[in-house]
């Protein structure tokens, strides 16, 4: 975290690192002035939020989004704007048409989302909500022939108590400072947790066979979220191959909730509900967008910085903070330096994930098809070409650091590129510690310099993370201006070094 210096230490400490590490500091104040003077991050913003609309991995929406940033790129002059396929992903999924309401003891419409990859229910299904209780397989054997067209209630899992903290938060100077001297942290899910969850998920298999078997019309799950706001999920339906299952809606938690204290009361319950959904078959390759600044030093434009974020997204609402904002930053970062026509002397590469959601699946298909094997460790050529990747997939909250992954030999040329930076990252963290859950461990796997920087959390975690409320007024428009600037900066900073970044260990090549 940066302390606070008094003005002329500050200056000598500024230049101190400076001097150690070689700046453009002309360079990085037209960064700063065309990112918040003439940003377009607003623009970018409405043509993948809004007009493209949800981006679930091998949609029309998704192609909707590979088509505008293709061609978004190539006009802002980038090079080689392209779709690159990574692998096979498997189906893609449209849905159609979704409705779901109470209509006794009487009638009230329900927020509810179909789970991506669903089946339809072909038209409208109507009835009484059954609420198995099913602790153990042999407790199904009582339900064995009363289930056909039957309409299945799940109740959520989690609670629905108020929690007496904001939904949006931005990070203070002490939580900062927490970050930067972690603690060792053991993990709390301990060997009798894991066996716990296996067979709770073994069960709910069978649960789900079961209900096949029997001729089930809908299952109706509720899900964690408070307030109209719910978190969405999927089956495992992407797969060319999987198997049928059964129509499945998620609804607020609030609604489920609903249902089983009247039934658990004595009261008759019915609902009325359909799903028209249609799988996308044509294609089973999953695809990333790509793009370039080229290099324009003779003995440094082979080598390559890369930064990214995923362009794929739930379907319950517009993918706004996760990851519409990433690839917004990072679009926005090559648009600025394209802008200013600085010259990188290393080739500047951005890549937009597919697949991300399911598994890291675009990412980590790039990395294997380009730079090598994380399960052989065996390297290609272009390993050795890749200076560094940046991330960014933590929401629409401005850069308040990075994550070192590890990697302490970063840290002094790190903490010299903020310094510039200062007026718009104030109270920076840069900390040892990893961060997981998203493309930079792709990267990290196979010892290239892959980071994802510190962002204000907002809210993230509390209503827009796979959520059906995260649409584009849930985006702060200052914060990915900053972020587009910051990020922006570090990747020029890497391209003009003499030397790639420093990294953790050797990797074994070819």
Known sequence: MKKTLTFFPA????????????IDLAAIEKIKKEGLENSKVEEIAFELVDRV???LSNSEGYERATEYTVKQLSDWGLSN??????GEFGRGWEMEKSYVAMTKPYYMPFIAIPRAWTESTFGEVKGKVIFLDVQKEEDLEQYRGKLKGAIIGIKPTGSQAPTYQA????????????????????????PEMRAQFMAARALAEKVNAFLVSEGAALIIKGVN???GTLFTSSPRGYLKDSPVGIPELETAPENV?????????GVEVEVEAEIQARYITDDLQGYNVIAEIPGTDPNLKSEVVMLGGHLDSWHGANGATDNAAGCIVMMEAV???KATDLQPKRTIRIALWGGEEQGLHGSRGYVKNHFGDRETMKMTPEHEKISAYYNIDNGTGKIRGIYLQGNAAVEPIFNAWFAPLDAIVPDRTITISNTGGTDHQSFDA?????FQFIQDPIEYRSRTHHTNMDTFERLEMDDLKQMAVVVASFVYNTAQRAEKLPRKGPAKTN
């Open 11 to 22: 200056l000598l400490f500024a230049g101190m690192l400076m001097a150690q590490e070689t």
């Open 53 to 55: 609309g949800p981006r």
């Open 81 to 86: 704007a392209k779709t690159e396929a990574w």
């Open 167 to 190: 939904d949006a938060l931005r990070f203070t100077a002490e939580q900062l400072h927490g970050m930067e001297n972690p603690t060792p942290q053991q993990s709390s899910f301990t």
């Open 225 to 227: 979220g408070r307030h």
């Open 257 to 265: 909730n609903l249902l089983a204290r009247l039934a658990e009361n």
């Open 335 to 337: 648009r600025i330096l």
């Open 446 to 450: 196979l010892g290239i310099p892959g």
